[in-house]
């Protein structure tokens, strides 16, 4: 079977340079936040809980800063060029995030990217207060508020090959199922534990590149440990 290529890309620190969720609530949040942050990341509270109480530690929240912090931020520089190569080889890409919609569609429309797919937390203002909503959240996974797996395994087809670009913690679940990882800074030690082939990358070039070299070859296979990975979890999912 020939495949076709579906990519998703992780957003803060990876599309985007910096980290727009941490920087946000460090600058709003305070101390609260890196402790929410520490549980999560040791597994002793979820996802969704930890970004409850990043949003609670912010008080009086001044709007207009908050988004004049949010468009200070940048993207790769090489990730407009690499959504225009996907397009001219007919690359479906997506963006996963456990963050959310409210700045990273004001970061991408600032590069007139905002057509691309995004999937991430809600996030609105009321009285000085941030109120996260969580649209994909999967009771099952406790990583993320936004559970990157989730979307890995239903939003491709058996004909596509997954290709996950990411780079932290929120990204375990997705390269689970991936075929194909790109994977910089703690990304890459769960790749090693969990014996995940990877490319280690730095910036959208570093992919681009090596995505033009697997186009070259006749064929690109499913990495098989993935493919059982998702056939369990359709099987979990069908209950049977
Ligand atoms: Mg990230």
Known sequence: MMHSIKIFCDFD?????????????????????????????????????CIRRECAAV?????????????????DPSFP?????????TIEIEILSDGFYYYIERIL???????????????RT????????FPYLNQYCERAANCKGTHVLNNAGDDQLRVV?????????AVDYADIVFAKRQLIQYCRESNISYFEYN??????????????????????QAEI????????EANV
């Open 81 to 89: 060029e690499f959504v225009e190569f996907c397009k001219s080889n």
């Open 203 to 224: 910036s959208f070039h570093d992919v681009q590149s090596r995505m033009e070299e697997l186009l070259k070859r006749k064929r690109l296979n499913p990495r098989h």
């Open 13 to 49: 620190g990876t599309v985007c340079l910096g980290d727009v969720r941490s920087v946000l609530f460090r600058t709003f949040g305070g101390d609260e936040v890196d402790e929410a942050v520490r549980l999560w990341m040791k597994g002793e509270i979820s996802g969704d809980e």
């Open 165 to 173: 670009v990411g780079d932290g913690y929120s990204d375990r679940c």
């Open 59 to 75: 008080r009086d929240l001044d709007l207009a800063e908050f988004n004049k912090i949010i468009d200070e931020q940048e993207l």
């Open 126 to 133: 009321e009285e000085g207060k941030l109120i996260a909503g």
């Open 109 to 123: 429309k600032k590069y007139s990217l905002e057509e691309l797919t995004v999937y991430a937390n809600s996030l």
């Open 229 to 236: 990975r998702r056939r369990e979890a359709f099987r979990i």
